[in-house]
């Protein structure tokens, strides 16, 4: 398991035989490699950690006033405007929202859990819908590069 044994012994916890953090690169830095693959609408995992009170980098909102810091597997969950994964932050599950090979990194949509991110950044995904600069569901993007159309919260939402 990547947690340690104080979270329990919860059989959808990941493995170290099917999941790992993992330097991706310089500019995404770490993340979390998934070495089975999964197919659509499996639920691949479940979550655990500390619940804090403010939001750190690698945390993920619960509620507007709570957040869980996971500094063991889902905190390194990269960012894509097309993600691979849904995190259910009620359940504390990650599904496939599409087939996952084998050594693909997860990849979640920053928006659907956050409110406010830690930090926004500049994203370059690929994706034909990649939205350029990142920001929390409720946040107004507050970069000078942001471009007019990406004002667009509901395409943040889907
Ligand atoms: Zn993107």
Redesign the pocket.
């Given at each position: 398991m990547l947690y340690p044994d104080q979270f329990g012994r919860d059989p959808l916890f990941p493995k170290h035989s099917d999941f790992a953090v993992v330097f991706k690169d310089e500019l995404a830095g770490r993340g979390v490699i998934a070495y089975r693959a999964f197919a659509k609408g499996d639920v691949i995992a479940r979550m655990a950690g500390h619940v804090v009170s403010e939001i750190r980098q690698h945390t993920l909102q619960l509620t507007p006033d709570t957040h869980l810091f996971d500094p063991y597997f889902s905190g390194f969950f990269l960012?894509?405007?097309?993600p691979n994964i849904s995190l259910n932050m009620v359940e504390l599950t990650v599904t496939a929202l599409q087939d996952i090979p084998a050594n693909s990194f997860l990849y979640m949509d920053y928006a659907e859990t956050e409110d406010v991110l830690f930090k926004q950044f500049p994203?370059?995904?690929?994706?034909p819908?990649?939205?350029?600069w990142?920001t929390g569901r409720k946040e107004i993007h507050n970069a000078a590069m942001a471009q007019p159309e990406m004002l667009n919260l509901n395409q943040a939402m889907r």
């Amino acid at each position: 398991m990547l947690y340690p044994d104080q979270f329990g012994r919860d059989p959808l916890f990941p493995k170290h035989s099917d999941f790992a953090v993992v330097f991706k690169d310089e500019l995404a830095g770490r993340g979390v490699i998934a070495y089975r693959a999964f197919a659509k609408g499996d639920v691949i995992a479940r979550m655990a950690g500390h619940v804090v009170s403010e939001i750190r980098q690698h945390t993920l909102q619960l509620t507007p006033d709570t957040h869980l810091f996971d500094p063991y597997f889902s905190g390194f969950f990269l960012h894509s405007c097309s993600p691979n994964i849904s995190l259910n932050m009620v359940e504390l599950t990650v599904t496939a929202l599409q087939d996952i090979p084998a050594n693909s990194f997860l990849y979640m949509d920053y928006a659907e859990t956050e409110d406010v991110l830690f930090k926004q950044f500049p994203c370059s995904c690929g994706a034909p819908n990649c939205r350029s600069w990142i920001t929390g569901r409720k946040e107004i993007h507050n970069a000078a590069m942001a471009q007019p159309e990406m004002l667009n919260l509901n395409q943040a939402m889907r």
